[in-house]
């Protein structure tokens, strides 16, 4: 293969797909990035065999052909370029560059043993916005814990329904759902368990574009695709696994009515949890004591080696007298997931959830269990 | 040779061919599901597995096959997630609990296949002389699924531990061997589904679901009563398992043959297999029960104060376990020992208010319903025969409920003699003696003067 490419243009491939690469003992060519020239495209792709990125570039082409090489330094190597051309030509398993007054030589491998990454035959796709996907993701992602115990809820759970998308993560502990509305319907409801990893490589990659993302299913993969802003071709496609196993019922735990609700100003909730969390010593307890009557919460946290702190807020009251303890960290991952200025806190007693949602935004819930101290 | 010997010996052809690497990435967990003629399925764990077989070593698999088995001319791929198997054993092992305890999500304890919640098992389940047979039967279904009671009927009243016996079949049954099909399903929510899937259309798929199952346990029977459609369903799934000697169990609040509007061909099936019924429970079984379930939530309360509950909780168990937690979290609120009197106060709403104030008027108001007749018919003195019945009854229920005197009842209805109502109170005694249908209805009579009155 031989061609030429901007600088520029290459190392943003490189970037988007470098970063799965490089973790595998085993198979050492999962290290590398194959490179692909067809046509007026250069494509990049990498895999770990749990996930794959395609990226696909526009280039100068003078022969076709492919080779593997190692993506870190190869990576490394690019960006310590001038923003100029760079030829491109593959030989014998070795890659030559020459970039204005550069020569260099990497070694690469046989192509023929680079992983192939799947396809999915399934032509049907569902388009979303992608910006407002993985924000949507990322409210959500924090949440569920990367233990192996529970595969099924190791991931995000995707539920694909009329004209809404529903993103749930948990840990067992706490649960985060985020409700995103389609322009379309969808002709066909399902649902979806994706990993955490592939979420975060998902966020990461496409999580600052504006243009329209296209997810393709099949019984195994699923397939996130981005097109070029300038001709119809794809740009970026990551294609994984999903987690096989049934999503617990997770909407019969949302509670429905709250023992007591007290609405907050955000950020001064927040940093009191925080203040609070100082002194909550290593077992992490914050103490929520409301009073109606008053309109009044009081965050209370005690270390016996440490000292105590108390402190106050005032909000609009519903419901009876309440106290409940919480680990801190679940309050504030949760308050930190939520946009609003306001936000409505509702408690349950008897060990019953309690619940963090934005003021005035039907689409985003946290649901929390408290703690039961002695 | 077997399967398992076939693709172990291309397994060993075939790792002379490519590197170690390459062996161990591609070919771990892969398997020949099956063999038809000239095709062999293999199964792979993933979709780059998949592709690579299929693309790259195909060639050298379908070799290393055929020398061994000159009929075979194709090798398929299909992908089968195996690595996923669930760590139930790992999440038992917590690390030593902390002094603060962080509550989880129950319902996510419930396994989503099987529906079973794994706190109900047989271990837990406390066995005296009023639920002895059911245990038995219980336990004898649960080691030979299908084959010895085969449908196991199980009822008795609210709060007795059916669901806890049903469950506790279920999780055994699964404890022994993990790839057997169990679903518990109650039957109100057997009937949704069946509900749903008619409107959505999906209704083979339902059928396939519960026809594959190879225990399939029923909660609450009784709802199926006046679901024509959901009875014919599960008619058809119940011949479907029963020919496959698929383990049924059902249970419900009455006998199969008090259950109102059921269909006949429903009901002789339900009596074909085993009936066990669940009882009250005595003092002594009482006591244990709070005993033990004192010990699992680690409630330590005085015996004076388990004896008090034992013995004002009479008529069910699950009001027992409320009555125990209450206690405990005063207990635990207030750090000091209860005893009986604290314990005579804080449960007094629980115990005193049993549903006892039933008027005579809402027995001749509650007969009327139930015979689809109006009051004033039971009162007047009309002596038609589809009155005089009721109003037999309902005379014996005013003495037997009430202890009204005679002559009191004979002058709620219309001034009748006391002797009519001497008269009638014992015949219908005398029927219920003799007969078991009938008391059933006198039964299911008393269930809606009570559940009215409360």
């Known amino acids: ?374 | 040779m077997t399967k398992e010997e076939l693709w172990q010996a291309v397994l060993a052809d075939i790792q002379f061919h490519i590197s170690r690497a390459n062996f161990t990435t591609w070919l771990a967990n892969t398997e020949i599901i099956s063999k038809q003629d000239k095709c062999i399925l293999v199964s792979v764990p993933n979709s780059f597995s998949k592709e690579w077989l299929e693309n790259k070593y195909n060639k050298l698999i379908l070799k290393a096959l055929y020398n061994i088995n000159n009929d075979i001319k194709e090798v398929k791929y299909e992908v089968k997630p195996c690595a996923l198997k669930t760590l139930d054993h790992l999440a038992s092992t917590d690390l030593p609990k902390p002094k603060l305890e962080q509550l989880n999500f129950q319902e996510f304890k419930i396994n989503k296949k099987t529906n079973l919640n794994p706190r109900y098992t047989f271990d837990n389940f406390v066995i005296g002389s009023f639920n002895e047979l059911a245990q038995a039967a219980a336990w004898a279904v649960s080691k030979k699924p299908g084959l010895v009671y085969n449908p196991l009927f199980i009822y008795g009243n609210v709060g007795l531990g059916k669901t806890h016996l049903l469950q506790a079949i279920g999780n055994k049954i699964i404890e022994k061997s993990a790839s057997k099909n169990v679903l518990y399903i109650p039957a109100e929510k057997f009937t949704s589904e069946v509900v749903s899937s008619i409107r959505n259309g999906t209704i083979e798929s339902l059928k396939a679901k519960f026809r594959q199952t190879d225990v399939l346990i029923l909660d609450d029977a009784q709802f199926l009563a006046g679901k024509e459609k959901t009875q014919e369903e599960f008619f058809h799934t119940f011949n479907s398992l029963y020919e496959k000697n698929k383990q049924i169990i059902l249970s419900s609040d009455r006998s199969p043959k008090a259950i109102p509007a059921l269909e006949e061909r429903l009901r002789s099936r339900f009596e074909g297999g085993m009936i066990a019924d669940i009882s009250a429970p005595d003092y002594e079984t009482r006591l244990a029960i709070l005993k033990t379930k004192g010990q699992e939530k680690k409630i330590d309360l005085s015996n004076e104060t388990l004896e008090y509950i034992a013995s004002n909780v009479q008529k069910n168990i699950r009001e027992m376990e409320g009555a125990l937690n209450s206690l405990a979290a005063y207990q635990k609120l207030n750090n000091e020992q209860l005893d009986a009197k604290i314990a005579r106060k804080l449960l007094k709403n629980l115990i005193s208010s049993p549903p006892k104030i039933v008027s005579p008027k809402i027995i001749i108001q509650m007969v009327a319903e139930f015979f689809d007749l109006k009051e004033r018919d039971l009162i007047t003195p009309s002596r038609k025969k589809e009155i005089v019945r009721p109003r037999q009854i309902a005379m014996y229920l005013l003495r037997n409920e009430l202890k009204s005197s005679f002559p009191f009842i004979g002058r709620k209805f219309s001034g009748k003699d006391h002797t009519t109502a001497i008269y009638a109170c014992t015949k219908i005694k005398k029927e219920i003696e003799n007969s078991e249908k009938f008391t059933d209805e006198i039964n299911l009579i008393k269930q809606r003067i009570y559940s009215q009155s409360c």
């Open chain 1, 1 to 374: 293969m031989k061609i030429t490419i901007l600088k520029e243009n290459f190392k943003n491939g490189l970037n988007i797909i470098e970063r799965i690469t490089g973790k595998n003992l085993t198979l050492p060519v999962l290290n590398n990035v194959l490179l692909t020239v067809e046509k007026n495209f250069l494509n990049l792709s990498t895999t770990d065999l749990e996930m794959g990125i395609n990226w696909w570039g526009l280039v100068k082409t003078e022969k076709q052909g492919k080779i593997s090489i190692p993506a870190k330094l190869l990576s490394s190597f690019t960006g310590l370029l001038p923003d100029k051309k760079i030829i491109l030509e593959a030989k014998d398993k070795t890659l030559f560059i020459e970039c204005e007054k550069r020569k260099t030589k990497i070694k690469g491998q046989d192509p023929e043993e680079f992983p192939l990454i799947p396809k999915i035959e399934n032509q049907e796709f569902i388009e979303v916005d992608s910006y407002k996907f993985c924000q949507g993701l990322s409210q959500v992602i924090e949440v569920i814990s990367s233990s192996q115990v529970r595969p099924e809820i190791s991931g995000v759970y995707l539920l694909f329904q009329k004209d809404l998308i529903k993103m749930v993560g948990t840990d067992s502990f706490r649960l985060a759902e985020k409700t995103l509305s389609l322009k379309n319907k969808i002709k066909k409801e399902c649902s979806l368990i994706i990993p955490q990893k592939t979420i975060r490589e998902l966020i990461n990659v496409l999580g600052e574009k504006k243009e329209k993302l296209k997810i393709f299913f099949s019984p195994s993969q699923i397939m996130f695709e981005l097109v070029m802003p300038e001709i119809s071709h794809p740009q970026v496609q990551i294609i994984s696994r999903l987690i096989d196993g049934e999503y617990p019922d997770y909407q019969e735990i949302i509670p429905k009515n709250y023992e007591t609700q007290i609405i907050l100003e955000k950020k001064e909730f927040l940093n009191q949890i925080k203040t609070a969390s100082l002194f909550s010593g290593n077992i992490n307890e914050v103490k929520f004591k409301i009073n109606p009557k008053e309109g009044k919460i009081e965050i209370f946290t005690q270390s016996s080696e440490l000292g105590e702190n108390k402190s106050y807020l005032l909000g609009k009251t519903e419901g009876n007298p309440i106290e409940v303890s919480f680990n801190h960290k679940f309050i504030s991952d949760g308050l930190s997931n939520i946009e609003s200025s306001e936000v409505i806190f509702g408690l349950n007693k008897d060990g019953g959830p309690a619940v963090l949602k934005p003021v005035g935004d039907e689409s985003y819930i946290y649901v929390v269990m408290p703690v039961k101290s002695d």
